[in-house]
């Protein structure tokens, strides 16, 4: 079992920066894939990062890429999203998930469904 907490969400200027973090409980935490997702207002959740057990490999939504940034602290059982340059369109509840992964599966996964563990989730406003 591995429960996750978001922090750092909040109310920003457009063209600010956030830093989200979660923090993991548990003794396997380096076993997990985390991603980050996002749900607007009358939307579907979408994804937004994700980065591989090690933290060697990351992916990004092609909406974030070059602005936003992923990692994480092994250590710490702690993952982040960096948000730069933050538009109004930014505007979501964030959550970090956590999926097991096995040796002979995909490092890297996208897919909402395939997680094992959810946040409950922080609050990012972005304000025109």
């Known amino acids: 079992q591995v429960q996750l907490v978001e922090s750092g969400g909040g109310l920003v200027q457009a063209g600010g920066s956030l830093r989200l973090s979660c923090a993991a409980s548990?003794?396997?935490?380096?076993?997990?894939?985390m991603g980050w997702f996002r749900q607007a207002p009358g939307k579907e959740r979408e994804f937004v990062a994700v980065?591989?057990?090690?933290?060697?490999?990351?992916s990004y939504a092609d909406s974030v890429k070059g602005r936003f940034t992923i990692s994480r602290d092994n250590a710490k059982n702690t993952v982040y999203l960096q948000m730069n340059s933050l538009k109004p369109e930014d505007t979501a509840v964030y959550y970090c998930?956590?999926?097991?992964?096995?040796?002979?599966?995909?490092?890297?996964?996208?897919?909402?469904?395939?997680?094992?563990?959810w946040g409950q989730g922080t609050q990012v406003t972005v304000s025109s």
């Open positions: 998930a956590a999926k097991r992964i096995t040796p002979w599966g995909p490092q890297l996964v996208n897919g909402d469904g395939e997680y094992d563990y």
């Open positions: 548990g003794r396997t935490f380096s076993s997990y894939g």
């Open positions: 980065i591989s057990k090690g933290g060697g490999s990351t």
